[in-house]
């Protein structure tokens, strides 16, 4: 069975960084695509990052703009989001996934997801 347990949000103050984990259960991550998604009160699930399935690349949102860095340790079956320069903006809950099939950017194409982390960034 398939577990993603996302941990490291918190509470930072504009400017801040945090770096978010997604622990896997077993091969997850060797057998699975994994991407980032966030989703703020009152709005819909939005792509953050993801891997892409054929060129194994990752491909980030365009409101990124380089401050969050996607990377992966096998031996630790764990995916991580650096988040840096955070901004008011970027407060929501964000979420891991794992796909086997789709694009990077679609959650309907995620068939697992983890509870979410709370990252909240105060001006």
């Known amino acids: 069975q398939v577990q993603l347990v996302e941990s490291g949000g918190g509470l930072v103050q504009a400017g801040g960084s945090l770096r978010l984990s997604c622990a896997t259960s077993g091969r997850t991550i060797s057998r699975y695509v994994m991407g980032w998604f966030r989703q703020a009160p009152g709005e819909e699930r939005e792509f953050v990052t993801g891997y892409d399935r054929i060129s194994g690349g990752a491909y980030y949102a365009d409101f990124v703009r380089g401050r969050f860095t996607m990377s992966r340790d096998n031996t630790k079956n764990t995916v991580f989001l650096q988040l840096n320069s955070l901004k008011p903006e970027d407060t929501a809950v964000y979420y891991c996934?794992?796909?086997?099939?789709?694009?990077?950017?679609?959650?309907?194409?995620?068939?697992?997801w983890g509870q979410g982390t709370q990252v909240t960034v105060s001006s």
């Open positions: 996934g794992a796909r086997n099939r789709g694009n990077y950017y679609d959650p309907q194409a995620y068939s697992y």
